[in-house]
Each structure stands twice: as C-alpha cells, then as structure tokens.
C-alpha cells in the first residue's frame, strides 16, 4: 500500500510533483489469526443467523400486531377492563417467569461490583 504526502490531484496513478512514501511493515500487516478466525466464524454462522431471522420474523410480526391492536383497545373506555382482565394472567406468567432471572442477575451484579471494590 502506497502513501503520498500530500492530496493533489491524482495523474497515472500518481501524485502530481509528490513522490511516494512507503508505510511501515507493521502498518501493512495488521491482519492476525484472529482476524481471520473472526472472518471464518461469521461466514459458518451466517446461515444459522438468517435461519433464525426467519424463524422469529412471524412472532415479531404478530408481537407486532398484538402490540397495535392493544394500543387501540386501551383507547376505548369499555374495552380497556376487559382486555386488561383477560391480559392480567399472561402479565402475571410473564412476572413469575422473568422475576428469578432478573433476580439472579442484580445479585450478580452486586456480587461484581463487591468483589472489584475488594
């Protein structure tokens, strides 16, 4: 790779009345194994990545909906008791589910931010 030190006008490939100056070795090959792990991982996981956008696309999609068909029902005053009435057991599933989860995840967090101040 090529240099040049300073911008003018480009002619034949070269710098007009600049001559070219080549970079270090070490600039030149930043690439590692890591780099090329990175690459070969990705490019192995990409058809599990679109399989899974569309496995999951129908859900986002009906999530989608749900979400603005309750945002209208919410507007109208004799549909709200009843929706929320009919929503309140999925709510609570939700809470009882996700509430262990987010537990153990603040007493890890706690835990961290403990052990670092030690």
């Known amino acids: 790779m090529n240099a040049y030190t300073k911008d003018l006008v480009a002619e034949h490939g070269m710098m007009v009345g600049m001559e070219r100056v080549r970079e270090p070795a070490a600039k030149r090959n930043t690439a590692t194994f890591v780099d090329y792990a990175k690459n070969v991982a990705l490019f192995a996981a990409a058809p599990f990545i679109g ?3 569309i496995v999951l696309f129908p859900f986002v999609g009906l999530a ?19 929706a929320l009435t009919a929503a309140a057991p999925a709510i609570g599933l939700v809470f009882v589910t996700a509430g262990p989860v987010v537990a153990l995840g603040a007493l890890a967090w706690t835990a961290a931010k403990a052990y670092a101040a030690t």
């Open 51 to 53: 399989l899974a956008y």
């Open 64 to 82: 989608m909906l749900l979400w603005m068909a309750s945002k209208a029902v919410m507007k109208s005053e004799k549909a709200r008791g009843i």
